[in-house]
């Protein structure tokens, strides 16, 4: 069993930059593929970003790729991500996940989430 927590989120405005952090306690942390979903007003789950055990490998969504950056310190239990040049259309409230397996935006969603952290993006 993996407890996730998120913290970082607020408001800015269009082209800033954000970062949002989330703390893993529970069982070993460098078991897990780390990850970020998001969910947008009146739109379904989707996939931001994903990072592998050992951090060297990571993956984005179309959607953010040159503008987000997914990292971890399997030292902290921490896992971030940071969000530079910021759209309107950022605006979610955004999801720490971990799986035991891999994460993407395709197949089953991670077994594990944190309660979420709103990332609002003012024009």
């Known amino acids: 069993q993996v407890s996730l927590v998120e913290s970082g989120g607020g408001l800015v405005q269009a082209g800033g930059s954000l970062r949002v952090s989330c703390e893993a306690s529970g069982r070993p942390f460098s078991m897990y593929t780390l990850g970020w979903f998001r969910q947008c007003p009146g739109k379904e789950r989707e996939f931001v970003a994903s990072i592998t055990r050992s951090g060297d490998w990571k993956f984005y969504a179309e959607s953010v790729k040159g503008r987000f950056t997914i990292s971890r310190d399997n030292a902290k239990n921490t896992v971030s991500l940071q969000m530079n040049n910021l759209k309107p259309e950022d605006t979610a409230v955004y999801y720490c996940?971990?799986?035991?397996?891999?994460?993407?935006?395709?197949?089953?969603?991670?077994?594990?989430w944190g309660q979420g952290t709103q990332v609002t993006v003012s024009s």
């Open positions: 996940v971990a799986d035991a397996a891999s994460i993407s935006d395709q197949g089953l969603p991670p077994d594990y």
